[in-house]
């Protein structure tokens, strides 16, 4: 689960890291009055007010933007509430705009990077710092991956004051400013571990004109698993900034991710859905989604897959792709035949099923008079699917 940037700093306030804080709307008739507070509470003539998408990149899009003063402030929150923001990670449609987050302004000084995440190959969670902090991470690593400092912390001893420093140090921060960031890059760990989170983001970490150090922006991630110990933060969750079918997706307890391809993918199981994808592309397709059905798909859970699958109008085939272990093959297929006879399926549907009661699966749909493309072996449907979206 994704959250805002002005949700993200009240996380990180709640453990006593400094922000760059400020105040949100959502309707413009209270822009006035929230530029007014932004500039009494703390002190300041001019702020800085940020679109709040769930995406990066929002300063190059036009959704963030220095405003010296009140007209100025005013004139720019009319121009980014309700805009379609675009960036390098909306895509090209872009995101609707639907609050503003009006924020103090500091003289910075210098930008840094700062950032965790779970190093799956180590299974150890790794800090990453870099000096060169306001710009894409991923271009520093391609162009100057000397840059990045990291270091893997244990999840089990926690992160230490050597590792922290360390990592100050890397950056080449000296004097009060060191301790600064010392303390900051301690307290996020701790908030990384607290929240469950997946990832923990800051860019840029800055240092101001009287050498403070401050978080300008943040990105917080987290696990969709330990959101049932995270009530606070589960409370954060914005629909409108999720796809609508990956949230009807879920209130079936489907795992389900919308992808760019043509070819519709229904498979129980992560991994085999990965692998699913994978041969599609090895045999010429591109994949419209990611669909776990789980490990106790039945007939209604088949129904309601191919529901969301079908309203992507880019789907121009079906591959179900099941293997029976605990999930019986015939139940799945009794699905795909009422699936089939209730939606009035207008694309080809090809059918792998294996495993448990596999072969009285294949007479049920042999039987049932429905047009599906059966297929043995996961090359052979990929395959027969591939050749069936070509032609629809």
């Known amino acids: 689960m994704k959250i ?103 003289n910075i000084k210098k930008e840094f990077y ?81 929240t469950d989170a997946t990832i923990v983001e800051v860019n840029p970490l800055i240092i101001t004109d009287e050498n403070k150090v401050i978080v300008l922006d943040t990105k917080m991630n987290f696990d969709d698993n330990a959101l049932f110990r995270q009530k606070k933060i589960k409370e954060m969750r914005d629909l409108d900034e999720e796809d609508p079918m990956e949230i009807e997706a879920g209130k079936f307890n489907l795992n389900y991710i919308k992808l760019d391809g043509n070819v519709g993918c229904m498979v129980n199981g992560a991994g085999l859905a990965m692998a699913t994808m994978d041969i599609i592309k090895l045999a010429g ?6 669909l776990d059905v789980g490990g106790t798909a039945n007939a209604e859970t088949v129904k ?26 015939d139940r799945v297929a009794n699905g795909v035949i009422e699936a089939v006879k209730e939606l009035g399926l207008e694309v080809p549907v090809v059918v792998r099923l294996e495993g448990t009661n596999a072969k009285e699966a294949q007479v049920i749909l042999k039987e049932s008079g429905v047009s599906v ?14 050749k069936a979206s070509l032609k629809s």
């Not at 191919?306 to 109008?313: A, N, P, V, W, Y």
Request: proline share 3%; with cysteine; hydrophobic share 40%.
């Open 285 to 290: 397709g591109d994949p419209a989604n990611f």
């Open 373 to 386: 493309i059966p297929a043995i072996g996961m090359k052979d449907a990929a395959e027969k699917v591939v």
């Open 4 to 106: 805002h940037e002005y949700q993200g700093k009240k996380i990180f306030s709640d453990y006593d890291m400094p922000v760059q804080d400020g105040y949100t709307f959502d309707n413009i008739d209270k822009a006035e009055e929230v530029i007014k507070r932004v500039m009494v509470d703390f002190k300041t003539s001019d702020v800085v007010v940020k679109a709040q998408i769930h995406a990066g990149g929002r300063g190059k899009g036009g959704g963030v933007k220095y405003s010296p003063n009140f007209d100025s402030a005013l004139k720019n929150s009319k121009d980014i509430l309700g805009m379609n923001l675009i960036t390098h990670q909306t895509g090209e449609n872009g995101q609707k705009v639907k609050k503003v987050f009006i924020t103090e302004a500091f």
């Open 114 to 194: 700062a950032a965790i995440t779970l190093d799956r190959s180590t299974g150890m969670d790794v800090f990453m710092v870099s000096s060169e902090g306001g710009v894409e991470i991923e271009k520093v690593a391609q162009e100057n991956p000397e840059k990045i400092e990291k270091v893997w912390i244990d999840p089990l001893l926690g992160m230490k004051n050597f590792q922290a420093r360390k990592l100050a140090f890397s950056i080449g921060l000296t004097g009060e400013s060191f301790k600064s960031a010392m303390i900051i890059f301690l307290k996020m760990y701790k908030c990384y571990q607290q």
């Open 304 to 329: 309601n897959g191919f529901r969301i699958i079908l309203s992507d109008k880019n789907v121009k085939a079906i591959l179900i792709n099941i293997f029976g272990g605990i999930v019986r093959c």
